[in-house]
């Protein structure tokens, strides 16, 4: 029986296995933040363990930073305190770091792949559960636990036992307007937070094949929001084209190599998955969630169901939003394009090209962050930030931002923000706020109209 293109990387990369158990996973590349590294580092140093493999790890700082000012201190004294204990760590580790100001610095999950730190074929870990981004390369990207963090710092291996194999297949042409975004909100939303669970998810079928690097990173990303442990799509021209050329990727013949080793890596024809699922691209349309997870969406064209239970009860009133309603011209004040799952240059060229010429809702305070610096420069460079400078958009730098609000970015209580970001859970950003996931048309027509608005219409 063939293998899948999971089987083919996992198998690569144990180091041993114990008999009906679980095995021994060696790591490629270990990515680390400010917020989950401080207690791992503590645990080696209390231990006097040392680092394993520093030239593995990358760091970044990303969760807590501000995205205005950076050149200044910053005045958060937890945040200030977190990055310090960042910057140290590493520099007794001998670890490389992209600190705040550095060219490279970014959200950990934008500046690798864009470095060519992520490759295919490769194991990575990071202590952030969208590290499954680096998925849409064809490698086995997960995140993992602190006590994990400290387990790949020692080591470079992790004890794990292997998931199951489930595959998507999304198959047909993609309608205009539809947006990466849009595809794995769709997805989440028939198949539920808890479809995934145990389970490691590839996508194929023609809509993948089509889609950027970039659109199956934002896919990738998400994947942990229908509850698996990571995604991956197989890599291919698209990939191999993305990848070569960057700072960190193999250069001349041993890049030449490389691509050799990761065509082999795609799933075999007669391999089986433990689970599959098929869908029709025709079906999908711009999605908007309405509830407080991220399986909890609808098309822009449909009403808020009329299920009746418990949390979705709860989840409603949270929201003040009502069975049988439609989002469509709902007042909005609040909208963040940015989070790792849509803050790189194809996400800000398609607000951008939507925005040109129009104006900003006089009511809406629409925040822009860019993914890292070098996306940061690149809208600077073609010409993006004078479209939304001129449109009354606020682009600011680069971050975790209003994600997840640990800095100062934080949407206030009982205000709606239609978000770019990967989830919409109670407080998710900010005490109180709510949270409406959309891709970065809707965000941006959001922010034009200052309510929600059925983008089709417009586009058609």
Request: with cysteine; proline share 5%.
């Given at each position: 029986m063939?293998?899948?293109l999971?089987?083919?990387?996992?198998?690569?990369?144990?180091?041993d296995?114990i008999?009906?158990?679980p095995?021994?996973?060696y790591?490629d590349?270990?990515?680390?933040?400010?917020?989950?590294?401080?207690?791992?580092?503590?645990e080696l140093e209390d231990?006097?363990?040392?680092?394993?493999?520093?030239?593995?790890?990358?760091a970044?700082?990303?969760?807590n930073?501000p995205t205005?000012?950076?050149?200044?201190?910053?005045?958060?004294a937890?945040?200030?305190?977190?990055?310090?204990?960042l910057?140290?760590?590493?520099?007794?580790?001998?670890?490389?770091l992209?600190?705040?100001?550095?060219k490279?610095?970014g959200?950990v999950?934008?500046?690798a792949?864009?470095?060519?730190?992520?490759?295919?074929?490769?194991t990575?870990?990071?202590?952030?559960?969208?590290?499954s981004?680096?998925?849409?390369f064809?490698?086995?990207a997960?995140?993992i636990?602190?006590?994990?963090?400290?387990?790949?710092f020692?080591?470079?291996?992790?004890?794990?036992?292997?998931?199951k194999?489930?595959?998507v297949?999304?198959?047909?042409?993609?309608?205009?307007?539809v947006?990466?975004?849009?595809v794995?909100l769709?997805i989440?939303s028939?198949?539920?937070?808890?479809?995934g669970t145990?389970?490691?998810?590839?996508y194929?079928?023609?809509?993948f094949?089509?889609m950027s690097?970039?659109?199956?990173?934002?896919?990738?990303n998400?994947s942990?929001?229908m509850?698996?442990?990571?995604?991956?799509?197989?890599?291919?021209?698209?990939?191999?084209?993305?990848?070569?050329?960057?700072?960190?990727?193999?250069k001349?013949a041993?890049?030449?190599?490389?691509?050799?080793?990761?065509k082999?890596?795609?799933?075999?024809?007669?391999?089986?998955?433990?689970?599959e699922y098929?869908?029709?691209?025709?079906?999908?349309?711009?999605?908007?969630?309405?509830?407080?997870?991220?399986g909890?969406?609808?098309?822009?064209?449909d009403?808020?169901?009329?299920?009746?239970?418990?949390s979705?009860?709860?989840?409603?009133k949270?929201?003040?939003?009502?069975k049988?309603?439609s989002?469509?011209?709902?007042?909005?004040?609040?909208v963040?394009?940015?989070?790792c799952?849509?803050?790189?240059?194809?996400?800000?060229r398609?607000?951008a090209?939507y925005?040109?010429?129009?104006?900003?809702?006089?009511?809406?305070t629409a925040?822009?962050?860019?993914g890292?610096?070098q996306?940061e420069?690149?809208i600077i460079?073609?010409?993006?930030?004078?479209?939304f400078?001129?449109?009354?958009?606020?682009?600011?730098?680069?971050?975790?931002?209003?994600?997840?609000?640990?800095?100062?970015d934080?949407?206030?209580?009982g205000?709606?923000?239609?978000?770019?970001?990967?989830?919409n859970?109670?407080?998710?950003?900010?005490?109180?706020?709510r949270?409406?996931?959309?891709?970065?048309?809707?965000?941006?027509?959001?922010?034009v109209e200052?309510?929600?608005?059925?983008i089709?219409?417009?586009?058609?």
């Open positions: 063939g293998q899948t999971f089987d083919k990387v996992w198998d690569a990369h144990v180091v296995s008999q009906n158990g095995q021994i996973l790591i590349k270990h990515l680390i933040h400010e917020v989950t590294s401080p207690q791992a580092f503590k231990r006097h363990i040392p680092i394993f493999r520093p030239d593995q790890i990358v970044t700082a990303d969760h930073t205005t000012n950076q050149h200044l201190p910053v005045k958060d937890l945040s200030r305190k977190q990055l310090e204990q910057s140290s760590n590493c520099k007794k580790n001998n670890i490389t992209y600190e705040l100001g550095h490279y610095n959200i999950h934008v500046m792949p864009e470095l060519g730190i992520t490759q295919p074929g490769m990575i870990v990071c202590g952030d559960s969208h590290t981004t680096h998925g849409a064809g490698s086995i997960f995140g636990g602190t006590s994990q963090v400290a387990q790949v020692a080591s470079q291996c992790l004890l794990l036992t292997k998931p194999s489930l595959r297949t999304v198959n047909g042409k993609l309608k205009h307007g947006l990466p975004k849009d794995i769709y989440i028939k198949l539920g937070t808890n479809a145990g389970y490691f998810c590839e194929a079928g023609d809509v094949k089509n690097m970039e659109g199956r990173m934002t896919v990738c998400m942990i929001e509850g698996a442990r990571g995604g991956m799509i197989a890599p291919d021209q698209t990939t191999f084209d993305y990848v070569e050329g960057r700072a960190f990727a193999p001349g041993d890049f030449d190599q490389k691509v050799a080793y990761w082999t890596l795609a799933t075999d024809t007669d391999a089986q998955f433990d689970k098929y869908f029709d691209a025709e079906d999908i349309e711009p999605m908007v969630t309405y509830g407080t997870n991220p909890m969406g609808i098309k822009i064209s009403y808020i169901p009329e299920t009746s239970d418990a979705f009860e709860k989840s409603l949270y929201m003040n939003f009502e049988g309603e989002l469509i011209g709902k007042p909005i004040n609040f963040f394009i940015g989070s799952t849509n803050s790189r240059i194809e996400d800000f398609v607000a090209d925005i040109k010429g129009k104006q900003k809702a006089d009511h809406v925040w822009l962050v860019p890292s610096k996306v420069a690149q460079k073609e010409g993006l930030k004078t479209i400078d001129d449109a009354g958009f606020e682009l600011r730098q680069p971050g975790c931002s209003a994600c997840l609000a640990m800095n100062d934080k949407i206030p209580q205000e709606y923000c239609v978000s770019t970001s990967n989830r859970f109670e407080g998710r950003q900010g005490q109180g706020s949270t409406i996931l959309a891709s970065p048309l809707m965000a941006a027509a959001t922010a200052g309510r929600i608005v059925d089709t219409k417009q586009l058609n």
